[in-house]
């Protein structure tokens, strides 16, 4: 399969890449690792005309700890994100989602912001910087704007970022080296899950859903179950309340809120050991 | 505020433009390789057209099978799902430059001592993951290699006997 023709620019940085942005608008994408948008260009669902490598913009990769908060460059690698000794010390939970990222030749290319640009509900990372109430950081001609999670993902494949924005950097909270878990669900090893479910501890316990809806979710009923002190298997009977998962051809609604509930419970009795 | 979201990713006409030809220079198992592509080339279409190495192959091009695995800058890669610009000035190596002519690689090695393959369609890539895991993880674990594996698929040899093929290279590299 091999993508429709388009001009390649190779962004040297940031300011670069979000000229170009600039000049050519909705016509042009941003390709950092292309794990997801190169499959999308070979079925010829995107059709970019001008593609802007940033994939070489170097300074945009990096975990460093920033005091009360890591903060993460937006081309880190999902491979190098699970191998950070800084996440493994201060942020358990992302270095374990990011090793359960497709796989290994997946994980050596994509990156923490391409994954959160694409906004894919069915993707790990997404949901886990939901649960972590993480703060994207985004960079347009004007300057610099923070978004929080919360407010980030919009729609299936959409998200707060504007055409000629270039996502820099993740803030996460500092939530140490256990207190979480991850429940992804899947058929085969290297898929995407069916439904996951992520739940930090950190104080509270929040709790996020991968591919329950058109973006990923937090699991707010289960959240405020727990906070009135409701065991794990009471608060997880909430997981799916709200939701409106798809039907495809792995799962029906029904049983996407069937896994909801089975896997937040099973995220919430590993995230106390 | 304009958002980037579905209408943006789909609804973009095709361009006309067959997109300027960009010159690209990497080098492919040790050799300096030159080439003018479109830069929709994908990696693997560049390695088996324009540098004919033909030894990696193309299974299911959506990046789901691994026979188009090969290393750049040491890492394993899925070719089909890389363009060809994005390896300009890098290092790739496919299964051709894993060992000198006539022999063969301890990872090639342990796969025929341990019948790790059968039609042979997966080897390369599987090979090409295997090196990669082992420099990774020197001495993993059989779970470390199952799950070392899992972006690789083989449809007839089964699993068993090339995670002990790749448990072997693991053993005889010690």
Redesign the interface.
Same mark, same amino acid.
């Given at each position: 399969m091999i993508p429709a023709a388009f001009d390649y620019v190779r962004a040297g940085s940031a300011d670069e890449a979000i000229a170009i942005l600039s000049e050519h608008g909705d016509d042009a994408k941003l390709l950092a690792g292309g794990m997801s948008l190169i499959p999308l260009m070979k079925l010829r669902l995107s059709t970019p005309s001008v593609l802007v490598d940033v994939g070489r913009v170097a300074d945009l990769s990096y975990v460093r700890d920033a005091g009360d908060r890591l903060a993460i460059g937006a081309l880190t690698r999902h491979r190098d994100i699970e191998t950070s000794d800084v996440l493994a010390e201060h942020c358990g939970v992302l270095r374990a989602v990011a090793a359960q990222v497709g796989d290994n030749q997946v994980r050596h290319r994509g990156t923490i912001g391409g994954s959160v640009a694409h906004g894919d509900p069915a993707s790990d990372l997404p949901a886990a910087l939901l649960a972590l109430d993480a703060t994207f950081v985004a960079r347009g001609r004007a300057g610099e704007r923070e978004i929080a999670a919360a407010d980030f993902f919009q729609g299936f494949l959409e998200t707060a970022l504007a055409p000629d924005e270039l996502l820099t950097e993740i803030r996460v909270p500092k939530t140490g080296p256990r207190g979480f878990s991850y429940q992804k669900f899947n058929r085969r090893a290297q898929d995407w899950a069916i439904v996951g479910a992520v739940a930090v501890t950190n104080g509270a316990t929040r709790v996020a859903l991968v591919n329950m809806g058109t973006t990923p979710l937090r699991a707010l009923a289960v959240e405020a179950a727990l906070a009135a002190g409701a065991a794990p298997a009471d608060a997880s009977a909430h997981a799916a309340d709200g939701t409106e998962p798809a039907a495809d051809l792995n799962a029906s609604p029904e049983y996407r809120c069937h896994l909801a509930r089975v896997l937040t419970r099973r995220a919430l009795e590993e995230a106390a050991t | $505020?304009?958002? !980037?979201? %579905?209408g #943006?990713? @789909?609804n973009? %006409?095709? /361009?006309t433009? %067959?997109?300027?030809s960009?010159r690209i220079s990497m080098t492919v198992n040790g050799a300096v390789q030159d080439h003018d592509v +479109? %830069? !929709?080339t994908?990696l693997v279409q560049y390695l088996r057209e324009a540098c004919a190495l033909t030894g990696t192959k193309i299974g299911c091009?959506? /990046?789901?099978c =691994?026979a188009c695995?090969v290393l *750049?800058d040491d +890492? /394993? *890669?899925?070719s089909c799902? $890389? @363009?060809a #610009?994005?390896a300009d000035g890098r290092s790739v190596t496919t299964i051709e430059g894993l060992a000198p002519e006539g022999a063969l690689h301890p990872v090639q090695q342990a796969f025929q001592d341990n019948h790790g393959l059968q039609c042979g369609f997966c080897t390369a890539g599987m090979v090409m993951?295997a090196v /990669?895991?082992l420099d +990774?993880i020197p001495n993993p674990t059989e779970r470390e290699v199952r +799950? =070392?594996l899992?972006?690789?698929l083989c449809r007839c040899t089964g699993y068993h006997n090339i995670v002990k093929a790749v448990l072997a290279a693991a053993g005889s590299a010690r």
């Open positions: - | $505020m304009a958002r !980037r979201g %579905p #943006a990713l @789909f973009v %006409p095709a /361009s433009n %067959p997109g300027v960009v +479109e %830069p !929709r994908l091009d959506t /990046s789901s =691994g695995t *750049v +890492e /394993s *890669v899925k799902t $890389m @363009f #610009a994005q993951a /990669s895991l +990774e +799950e =070392g899992e972006g690789n």
